[in-house]
């Protein structure tokens, strides 16, 4: 279940964060890209305390090293609708192999950073074209607002 629904506008793709293995220093971990909306409307919920108002979105880096390899999936001006959980603090926890080496990255200093709630928990429209959820590669005809809460359009 998503914490908040927002809209907004791509402003940006940028580096992400960097995983690490604690005790491993050999293992090579997964890296993520950071989307970046402007203009962004909060429809359900509410962000985090001490936001800007841009709201940073990670999503795994298939293995591409630049992040702007992702401009053509998610052009600058698309619009976004997005289901969104806060993206954990990276930090070691005990019993978990998994740590982020800067769990600060992907966004400016004391921004929160947050994960679609699901794969369908994002979707994307430049322009008249169909809107897009990429996480799952689904793609349908209608405006991005109709994926909204209170819309009827879902990816199937």
Not at 67 to 81: D, Q
Not at 89 to 99: N, Q
Request: aromatic share 6%; proline share 10%; charged share 15%.
């Amino acid at each position: 279940m998503s914490k908040i629904v927002v809209s907004g506008i791509v402003a940006q793709v940028q580096a992400g964060r960097t995983t690490k293995f604690p005790g491993n220093d050999e293992a090579k971990g997964s890296t993520s890209i950071v989307l970046v909306l402007a203009n962004a409307k909060v429809i359900t919920g509410e962000l985090d305390a001490g936001g800007d108002g841009i709201v940073y979105i990670e999503l795994p880096n298939p293995g591409r090293p630049d992040s702007a390899y992702y401009n053509k999936a998610f052009p600058t001006g698309a619009s976004v609708a997005a289901y969104l959980v806060p993206a954990p603090d990276g930090l070691p926890t005990e019993g978990i192999d998994v740590a982020i080496e800067d769990p600060n990255a992907g966004r400016p200093q004391g921004q929160p950073l947050y994960l679609p709630a699901n794969p369908q928990g994002l979707a994307i429209q430049f322009g008249a074209e169909d809107i897009v959820w990429p996480l799952i590669g689904a793609q349908e005809p209608g405006r991005i607002s109709e994926t909204l809460p209170g819309g009827d359009l879902i990816a199937e």
